[in-house]
């Protein structure tokens, strides 16, 4: 027992060290964060549960890194060739989990910075937090290498020159992936569309659902999924539907020939006065005309504009308006026409006797 006492005296310091901590980290993910949790609902700080999620795994992965760096610290003294290492360990240990979790709080850029970026004035979009997302992630790997570098004095100088004579060759090899970069930002600053918007670019007609670095992903109407690269996009027409204030109506009514004068005009005059009217439509911009003696009917134009500019108010409104028509063209007696055509025999006995 005396023998075994004396194996492990020289050990409780460490022992004891590395529990404290392993406690420390039980607490912290037990204890500490339900209370902070249970503060932030209090006072209903409006990001405070990202925060939490983004540097909790940092912070526990950092209490294990102390509570082995203490175990060795303190423990005989043939460790102590160990400590300058150790201690360079445990300072870039640190400096990781810190990164790790700016890293991670990167990715509420949707909420914290973009939510800073609008009380100063700067309207933000879906899109713009998707490359500021981005953009913080790099700034932050490129940060963290940095500091970790010189924590265990690497001249980064020499990496520095590298990486700008390597620039000009990575420049002429990706620059189909910058083109479409620059394209993003030209898609950002000019905002042609945002998430959402219904929209038809480079042939392709769908719901714009996440704008990228590299491309901008639509979602046709058939359910596909399409992904344009951005440099197309910037240098190529790009309707946007969803920002259309109104939309145009036109049809066109074949009426049949056995219309009167009188009735075609009496019924114009009645479905002109109802469109003028209609509180879904504008009414300075209403056109009812008799315009062709066609084939096979009188057409009568019709054009219009609605007062909304979703796809299904739309429908709603052609559909009653069509409806109303069917009811004026009962009240008036007339009818629409349907092609047709009159074939005439001839009688072979008929043109004998006449010679």
Same mark, same amino acid.
């Given at each position: 027992?005396?023998d ?5 005296t020289?050990?409780? $310091? ?11 980290? @039980? ?20 990001h405070?549960?990202d925060?939490?999620d983004? +540097?909790? #795994? $940092? ?16 423990? &005989? ?32 850029t949707?909420g914290?910075?973009?939510? *800073? ?15 500021? #997302? ?6 932050? %790997? ?16 020499g ?10 060759? %990575? ?17 950002i600053?000019?905002?042609? +569309? ?42 190529? &027409? ?34 002109? #006065?109802?469109?003028?009217?209609? &509180?879904?439509? @504008?009414?300075?911009?209403v056109?009812?005309?008799?315009? *062709?003696?066609?084939?096979? #009917? ?6 219009? @504009? ?7 108010? @739309? ?23 349907? &092609?047709?055509?009159s074939?005439?025999?001839?009688? $072979? ?7």
């Amino acid at each position: 027992m005396e023998d075994l006492m004396s194996i492990l005296t020289p050990w409780l $310091p460490s022992i004891g060290a590395f529990c404290f901590f392993t406690v420390l980290r @039980y607490l912290h993910k037990n204890v500490l964060l339900n209370l902070v949790r249970r503060i932030n609902n209090i006072i209903s700080f409006k990001h405070g549960e990202d925060l939490l999620d983004a +540097f909790e #795994s $940092p912070i526990n992965a950092m209490l294990y890194v102390l509570a082995i760096y203490s175990a060795f610290n303190l423990a &005989p003294t043939e460790f102590v060739r160990l400590l300058p290492i150790l201690d360079k360990v445990l300072r870039s240990s640190i400096v990781l989990c810190f990164f790790w979790g700016l890293y991670n709080v990167s990715d509420t850029t949707h909420g914290i910075m973009l939510d *800073t970026l609008e009380k100063v004035g700067i309207r933000s979009e879906e899109a713009l937090s998707n490359v500021c #997302s981005t953009i913080l992630r790099l700034l932050v %790997v490129v940060l963290c290498f940095v500091t970790i570098a010189k924590e265990w004095n690497y001249d980064i100088t020499g990496f520095i020159a590298s990486l700008s004579i390597g620039s000009v060759a %990575v420049a002429f090899a990706a620059k189909d992936a910058l083109a479409n970069v620059f394209g993003s930002l030209v898609i950002i600053l000019d905002k042609p +569309f945002k998430i959402g918007d219904w929209v038809m670019a480079n042939n392709v007609e769908g719901i714009v659902e996440k704008v990228s670095f590299r491309s901008t992903c639509i979602r046709t109407f058939p359910q596909e999924l399409v992904y344009i690269p951005n440099s197309l996009l910037s240098n190529t &027409p790009i309707i946007n539907y969803t920002l259309r204030e109104k939309r145009r109506i036109t049809f066109t009514l074949g009426l049949t020939y056995s219309t009167t004068a009188e009735h075609l005009e009496h019924f114009i005059a009645m479905l002109k #006065s109802y469109l003028e009217h209609n &509180p879904k439509i @504008y009414d300075d911009d209403v056109r009812v005309h008799f315009t *062709t003696y066609n084939g096979s #009917s009188l057409d009568v134009a019709v054009a219009c @504009y609605a007062r909304t500019g979703s796809q299904v108010e @739309y429908l709603d409104i052609l559909q009653e308006i069509n409806l109303k028509v069917m009811t004026l063209m009962k009240e008036e007696g007339v009818s629409c026409a349907f &092609p047709s055509q009159s074939i005439y025999f001839e009688n $072979p006995l008929t043109q004998k006797e006449d010679k």
